[in-house]
C-alpha cells in the first residue's frame, strides 16, 4: 500500500493535529490493552502505523534501556521526536509487502491500521509469525455498525453511507467486530476483547475528531456521499445540544502460544542487545 492511496494520506500540520486528537481519545484504552498483554521492561515491540508516535513512546518507557521498541509507518512525518529516545528506532514500513522478522517481538500493536488495507487477514498472519511465542498481538480498530444502529437519524444515516462508501474503497469501517475470528484463523489465542462507544455532545472532542476525519477524507470521498446529508452530519457534530454516537472502538489482545520446546528455550538469561530485531 502507498502513502498516495491512503484514505488520510495528507503530511501537513492538520493531519498532524488530527492524528494527536485521535492519540488523546485513543490512548488510555490502547495503553491499557497493552499492559494486559504483559508488556514489561526488556521487551522488544513494534508498532505499525505509528501516527504520531504517541503509543511507541509510551512503550519506550515500558520497555525501558534494555528493551527496544520499533516504530514503523509508511508516513514518517509526525514521528522526528522518538528519535530521542535511545531504545527506539522508526522505521519506514509498508506491512504489505515489506519483510518483517520471523519470531521476534514480545508486543505488537496496530491502531486504525487495518481497516484501510486490502488483504486485512494475510496481514494479521504475518505480525501472528513476527511474533515471539508468548508473544501479544494487540489491535484497535473502529466497528461503526454500533453507532448505525444507535445513533440519532443524521448520525445514522451519514455512518451507513460512510461505510458504503469505506466498501467501494475497500476500506471495512466495521472490521472491529471481525478481529477475533481472524486472530483465531492466524493461530492466535484471544484473551481479552473490549468495545468502547463513546457518547458525545456536538463541539466535543470526539465530535472534533469525526469532522477532522470528514474534512481529511473530502478529497477521496467527493460526492460519493449525499453533500446534504454531510452538511447535516456537521451541523450536528457541531451542536453542543445533540448526542451522538461515536463509531465503536474495539480492543483485541491475542498471544502466540508456547510449544514444548518453546517453554524451554524461554528460561531468563542475559540479553544481548546487539541480538534485537530490527526492520
Same mark, same amino acid.
Given at each position: ?108 500493536? @496496530?491502531?486504525?491500521? *487495518? ?5 486485512? =487477514? $494475510? #496481514?494479521?498472519?504475518?505480525? %501472528?509469525?513476527?511474533?515471539? +511465542? ?82 481529511? @477524507?473530502?478529497?477521496? *470521498? ?5 453533500? =446534504? $446529508? #454531510?452538511?447535516?452530519?456537521? %451541523?450536528?457534530?457541531?451542536? +453542543? ?39
Amino acid at each position: 500500500m502507498s502513502l498516495s492511496s491512503y484514505v488520510f494520506a495528507d503530511t501537513g500540520s492538520e493531519e498532524g493535529s488530527r492524528l494527536r486528537l485521535l492519540a488523546g481519545l485513543l490512548d488510555p484504552a490502547h495503553r491499557a490493552a497493552i499492559e494486559t498483554a504483559g508488556i514489561r521492561a526488556g521487551h522488544s515491540c513494534l508498532e505499525v502505523g505509528s501516527g504520531a508516535g504517541t503509543i511507541a513512546e509510551w512503550m519506550a518507557g515500558r520497555a525501558g534501556p534494555d528493551g527496544r521498541v520499533v516504530a514503523a509507518d509508511i508516513n514518517l512525518s509526525f514521528l522526528g521526536r522518538l528519535s530521542r529516545h535511545a531504545n527506539t528506532a522508526v522505521r519506514r514500513l509498508d506491512v504489505l509487502t515489506d519483510p518483517l522478522p520471523q519470531a521476534a517481538f514480545d508486543i505488537i500493536t @496496530a491502531r486504525a491500521l *487495518l481497516h484501510h488495507l486490502p488483504g486485512r =487477514d $494475510l #496481514v494479521i498472519a504475518r505480525l %501472528a509469525d513476527a511474533l515471539k +511465542p508468548g508473544g501479544a498481538l494487540v489491535l484497535v480498530e473502529p466497528d461503526a455498525s454500533v453507532s448505525i444502529a444507535n445513533s440519532e437519524a443524521v448520525h445514522r444515516r451519514f455512518w451507513s453511507a460512510w461505510c458504503e462508501w469505506g466498501r467501494s474503497a475497500d476500506v471495512d469501517f466495521t472490521l472491529g467486530g471481525k478481529l477475533p475470528t481472524s486472530l483465531r484463523a492466524a493461530g492466535l489465542t484471544v484473551t481479552d476483547v473490549r468495545m468502547e462507544v463513546p457518547y458525545y455532545t456536538g463541539g466535543s472532542p470526539w465530535a472534533d475528531l469525526y469532522l477532522r476525519t470528514l474534512r481529511a @477524507a473530502k478529497p477521496r *470521498l467527493g460526492t460519493a456521499i449525499d453533500p =446534504d $446529508l #454531510v452538511s447535516e452530519f456537521e %451541523a450536528a457534530s457541531a451542536d +453542543p445540544d445533540s448526542w451522538l454516537t461515536s463509531l465503536g472502538w474495539m480492543t483485541v489482545v491475542a498471544r502466540r502460544e508456547l510449544g514444548a520446546h518453546d517453554e524451554l528455550s524461554a528460561i531468563p538469561r542475559q540479553r544481548d542487545r546487539r541480538s534485537v530485531p530490527r526492520i
